[in-house]
């Protein structure tokens, strides 16, 4: 895995975005694959004045999200669907037809698991995602793949963690309905991406980014099935690689890498 070490979140929200853009501007139709939560967010900002000064754009690109929540409709305020679209798709020129998140909004588990499918047969029918954008979750899961998940998984039904859900309570009004259980894409569908960039920001991170990058390959820390992909590039800040045992060699590498045309 290439480990890029930035000093600030705002930097590597920078990088990522430079990246998001490069893709899109190299590629006749460019499919993406994008992450929700708030490490992102700064990202999508970034893009989108890009977009908007007419320095790039997404009529021609096709997104492919990692999940949905499973149960309420995509016009909830917290789906995200909506987030997307509050984030990022009402702000750019892409048609929304080609915006794609996993259909959730059913509780019928026969529903769920035939959505799941069609959903994998999506992305193949569009050529596979040229690049995957990803956070980490404290408990190192990528997408909704929370410790224990199948490495050869793909799009399902998933329950979420405790700690997930924890996390994700802030978003959601006492009383209401907050989903235990999402469709994600699975860890293999993530791993045949074309390249892979996984950000991470905070200190709140930094043990889950030790485990992905120097840790065994475990489904217990779900991240870690990155060592296995041809090409993933983590971009952390300073807070996010603080616990890394070889920090300053990784710094040396992409310094040896810039001397590189």
């Keep these: 895995m290439r480990v890029i070490i930035l000093d600030t979140a705002n930097q590597v929200a920078q ?18 694959g994008l992450a929700t939560g708030s490490t992102p967010i700064s990202t999508y900002q970034q893009v989108i004045n890009a977009v908007q000064a007419g320095q790039a754009s997404f009529k021609n690109t096709t997104t492919f999200n990692l999940d ?38 059913s509780l019928d588990e026969t529903r769920l698991v035939e959505n799941a499918q069609d ?6 029918e ?16 990528i997408g909704f793949n929370e410790p224990t998940s199948s490495l050869r998984s793909r799009t399902r039904i998933k329950s979420l963690s405790e700690s997930t859900i924890e996390a994700n309570k802030r978003f959601f009004a006492d009383g209401e309905y907050q989903p235990h259980l999402a469709l994600t894409m699975g860890i293999e569908t993530i791993l045949e ?14 043990a889950a980014v030790k485990a992905m990058v120097e840790g065994p390959l475990t489904a217990m820390c779900p991240a870690s099935a990155l060592q296995q992909h041809a090409k993933a590039c983590l971009v952390l800040d300073q807070d996010a690689a603080a ?10 590498c992409e310094k040896q890498r810039q001397e590189l045309t």
Excluded: C
């Design 126 to 141: 569009a050529g596979g995602i040229d690049l995957q954008l990803l956070g980490i979750g404290e408990n190192g899961h």
């Design 15 to 32: 990088y990522a975005a430079d990246l998001l853009l490069e893709t899109v501007r190299k590629k006749s139709r460019p499919v993406l």
């Design 119 to 124: 959903y994998e047969n999506a992305i193949q």
């Design 243 to 252: 616990q890394l045992s070889l920090k300053d060699y990784y710094v040396w």
């Design 68 to 105: 949905e929540y499973i149960g309420i409709d995509d016009t909830h305020p917290q789906s995200y669907r909506h987030f997307m679209k509050h984030y990022l798709f009402n702000h750019i020129d892409i048609d929304l037809a080609n915006t794609h998140l996993p259909m959730a909004a």
């Design 193 to 206: 991406s074309k390249h892979v960039l996984l950000l991470a920001t905070g200190h709140k991170k930094a």
